[in-house]
């Protein structure tokens, strides 16, 4: 009896190994052919902690990590309302522009604050209030994790201008036990475990479409590293688009990086999933393009183009205040607006991922057409 228990579980062990091997073995990242480069793109991960609050490893080697996963930038986020330490640690090291704002605690949640001048003071502890402190300081402020352990709580009056869809770190808290299958991964394919912790942003992506019906919001795709940096700089990217390439003097490539923040000119993906550079959404109104982000009065001969030139299956959805309106599995999609509404893009990859088929592996910023 007890060999048959043992035979038995020692069977199960196997196909446990055999399955996890053929897992392992199967992923790898799509690889675009030849990729291009390009010089109007810069690639980046936001929302990261050090040492100087609860990170694990100080930011010196931190953009050491960044510089041998070929980031163009990282933005330091410290606990701290702000924290002048962490700021202060700003700079261009190992060809990697390291920018730093800070993590706030305060009254509604956690609230990330970048691109700010440095205050002379501390920033509130009321949301709003540290949001327009923020504001009048130049910078960013960024509704972080809203629907984790520490959520959000929305109030009336919303004055911020992004919100985190997606955060790898309270990805892992929510659902540990579907990750237990793939805790060697952990060490042998980290990149893999990292893709299998994902769950759905459809949460998050809802809310996001709703408050952009009346207000202008960006979306980002949060790591909230404290550890495990390296993976985690080839999982979620900010993908900035840009008119040149970065300046060598810091506060000038500084300023660009948060205008282009600023303006909603950049798209998310999961690099680890598949390379997205050279994705693109616009307008054409006339003459004029629309940029990705950008605002722009409805006209009936407005036109909206994605380029996604991918060699490996994938699905572009346009969607239209939350709703699917167009979708396409070429490598461009074309579409005449019918309607005013907030139009943004999602691509799916196809075929054999280890990305759960709910999770967007692109997520663009809206083109808002009023
Ligand atoms: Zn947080
Ligand atoms: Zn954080």
């Not at 998310?268 to 006339?286: L, V």
């Not at 605002?295 to 030139?309: G, M, N, Y």
Request: proline share 5%; glycine share 6%.
């Amino acid at each position: 009896m007890k060999r048959k228990i043992l035979l038995g579980l020692l069977l199960l062990f196997l196909i446990y190994c055999g399955w996890f091997i053929y897992q392992s073995l199967a992923f790898h990242t799509f690889k675009q052919e030849n990729i291009q480069t390009y010089p109007d793109e810069i690639k980046g991960v936001y929302h990261l902690h050090s040492t100087l609050s609860d990170g694990h490893k100080p930011p010196e080697k931190i953009v050491r990590i960044a510089a041998d996963n070929d980031l163009d930038f990282i933005i330091l986020t410290d606990h701290g309302n702000p924290n002048f330490e962490s700021i202060a640690t700003r700079g261009w090291r190992h060809g990697v522009l390291m920018l730093a704002g800070s993590e706030l605690s305060v009254n509604r949640g956690h609230l990330v604050g970048i691109g700010f001048d440095t205050p002379e003071y501390k920033f509130s502890q009321n949301a709003e209030e540290s949001a327009s402190q923020i504001a009048r300081l130049n910078g960013i402020s960024i509704i972080a994790h809203p629907y984790s352990r520490v959520s959000w709580t929305w109030g009336d009056l919303f004055i911020y201008s992004g919100i985190e869809i997606m955060n790898a770190s309270s990805s892992v808290r929510r659902d540990f036990a579907s990750l237990i299958p793939y805790l060697p991964a952990y060490i042998i394919r980290p990149d893999l475990f990292l893709i299998r912790m994902l769950d759905s942003p459809s949460k998050n992506l809802k809310k996001w479409d709703k408050l952009n019906r009346k207000h202008t919001v960006y979306a980002y795709f949060s790591a909230d590293s404290h550890f495990y940096y390296g993976p985690m700089f080839r999982l979620f990217r900010i993908h900035i688009l840009i008119k040149a390439p970065l300046p060598k003097e810091f506060d000038a490539a500084r300023n660009i990086v948060y205008e282009a923040l600023k303006k909603g000119s950049f798209y998310n993906a999961i690099d680890s999933a598949a390379e997205a550079e050279g994705f693109r959404f616009f307008g054409i109104s006339g003459e004029n393009k629309i940029d990705m982000g950008q605002s722009s009065r409805f006209d009936p001969s407005i036109t909206l183009h994605v380029q996604a030139p991918f060699p490996f299956k994938k699905v572009i959805h346009l969607i239209r205040n939350g709703e699917i309106v167009s979708e396409s599995e070429q490598d461009y999609l074309f579409f005449r607006v019918k309607s005013p509404g907030v139009y943004r893009i999602e691509v799916f990859l196809k075929g054999r991922t280890p990305l759960k088929k709910e999770i967007p592996w692109i997520v663009s910023n809206p083109i808002f057409l009023r």
